[in-house]
């Protein structure tokens, strides 16, 4: 058993046991939320990303309404609603926000209930939704529900289906969700969309979807063109220095947690000018589900990278077979990567005649810009700087394990931050000791975790 191992044990011992989901229920859940704590489903266990096909005690249920797994957005809070009645009502707030999207860089977007991308909205579907928007930007904006079949006069279309709501106005959108699925909401304005103004719109099906998943998370794919000594996007730029997963770019990603023989659901959406290839490793998944909703079963194929499209979202689900960090990354080399812009600067036009003082120059330069000890754990060779083209990679590697700490990244091993760039996350499978021992440590964390669990008993 290696060091890092043992000491996981170690501080694992003594951790109350039996809290699957509570630390998804803490992100999602509010005393207005009639969402359920995800319940583990151990029934029809299967080895295929198809699903069981066995009898399945989903199938046994009636319509159920209000009891769906909420999905977890990491890094961004939900949006708890108040009941009018039999109306779910939201109140979101078009605002700037600053938004640290990595521990030595805060940018000036917008978003909106000062979060970036804006916090995400659940519904069932069949609901009634008021959402009361407020606008506080600088310029006049609107709403758009991407996917939903609703009014023309909710469409949120500046001029042709509503006046723009000036800044300082407030704007009442209402409607019935008769759809399911992953939709979302944004400004119906070019340049706002890429100040950052989105946000994760779920509307959870009347029927459950089958199979049924034990973890549900979604990620929204971003990218911005901060220039050096920058703060604000360049949104008229085409070529992007900063990509990131719901708002922040690894190692500053939240690993997804996952017990070991579960099964996921994963909903990645796309809003910015770059189509992004997304991969998962050490399994095979399948694409349950589009902008449009839930996909006929016959279309599932099992692959491991999806091709996710500008306004696109794709749903996928897989089982949790093997253990381990399994990253999940755009896999575009340039999206893997997180800005050089601010200290390369030369190398950017001299990329193929640098030294190896000279790279190292530069990262010891960024590295007393910021609050972490700066290390480069991977050798080179003697002679590397006689080799046309070095260095690549090397110098790039910045761990940070301690700076990006939190609970999800318990247990990692050491400068595991080293590895993670840009619009890259994990996904971290874990037998039942590892991952109860870091729902504990999340509960402990958040004190509210013992009053949320026992709502949920
Ligand atoms: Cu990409």
Redesign the pocket.
């Known amino acids: 058993m290696s060091g890092t191992r043992r000491r996981f044990f170690q501080n694992a011992a003594g951790v109350v046991t039996g809290l699957f989901g509570l630390g998804e229920t803490l992100r999602a859940g509010t005393p207005e939320s009639t969402f359920q704590s995800p319940r583990e489903n151990e029934n029809g266990r299967h080895h295929s990303p198809y699903g069981s096909h066995g009898p399945h005690p989903a199938q046994a249920r009636a319509v159920v309404r209000n009891h769906a797994l909420p999905m977890v957005t990491p890094d961004v809070a939900d949006l708890a609603p108040e009941m009018d009645g039999s109306v779910r009502v939201f109140h979101l707030v078009g605002e700037p926000v600053k938004r640290k999207i990595a521990p030595f860089r805060t940018i000036d977007a917008w978003g909106y209930n000062a979060s970036c991308p804006g916090p995400t909205i659940q519904v069932q579907q069949g609901d009634r939704v008021r959402v009361v928007f407020e606008n506080r930007l600088p310029e006049s904006t609107s709403l758009h529900w991407h996917g939903l079949e609703l009014p023309i006069e909710q469409d949120g279309v500046p001029y042709i289906s509503q006046k723009p709501v000036a800044p300082g106005e407030k704007y009442v959108y209402e409607f019935t969700v008769h759809q399911e699925g992953t939709f979302f909401y944004h400004a119906h304005s070019a340049m706002q969309e890429m100040m950052g103004q989105i946000g994760f719109f779920v509307a959870h099906p009347e029927r459950d979807y089958k199979p049924r998943v034990d973890h549900d998370y979604g990620l929204i794919?971003q990218?911005w063109a901060v220039l050096p000594s920058n703060t604000v996007p360049n949104t008229a730029a085409m070529e992007f220095n900063w990509?990131t997963f719901n708002g922040v770019s690894a190692p500053m990603t939240t690993p997804l947690l996952a017990r070991l023989g579960s099964r996921v659901r994963l909903r990645i959406l796309n809003l910015g000018m770059?189509?992004?290839?997304v991969h998962l490793h050490g399994h095979q998944f399948v694409v349950t589900g589009t902008e449009g909703g839930r996909a006929p079963e016959s279309t599932w194929c099992p692959i491991n990278t999806v091709l996710v499209g500008v306004a696109q979202a794709r749903v996928l689900e897989f089982d949790a077979r093997y253990p381990g960090a399994w990253m999940i990354h755009?896999?575009?080399p340039h999206?893997m990567m997180n800005s050089m812009m601010d200290l390369m600067r030369d190398r950017q036009i001299e990329t193929a005649d640098q030294t190896e003082a000279k790279a190292m120059s530069q990262m010891e330069s960024l590295a007393r810009s910021v609050p972490f000890q700066h290390a480069h754990p991977s050798p080179v060779a003697s002679n590397a700087e006689s080799v046309p083209g070095f260095p690549q990679d090397a110098f790039m590697e910045m761990g940070m394990d301690e700076v990006v700490e939190k609970p999800e990244t318990y247990g990692l091993p050491k400068n595991w931050s080293a590895g993670m760039m840009g619009?890259m996350t994990m996904i971290r499978v874990l037998p039942d000791k590892e991952y109860d021992a870091i729902l504990a440590k999340k509960k402990m964390a958040s004190p509210s975790a013992q009053e949320e669990h026992r709502h949920e008993s």
């Open positions: 794919l990218e990509l770059d189509h992004h290839p755009c896999h575009l999206h619009m």
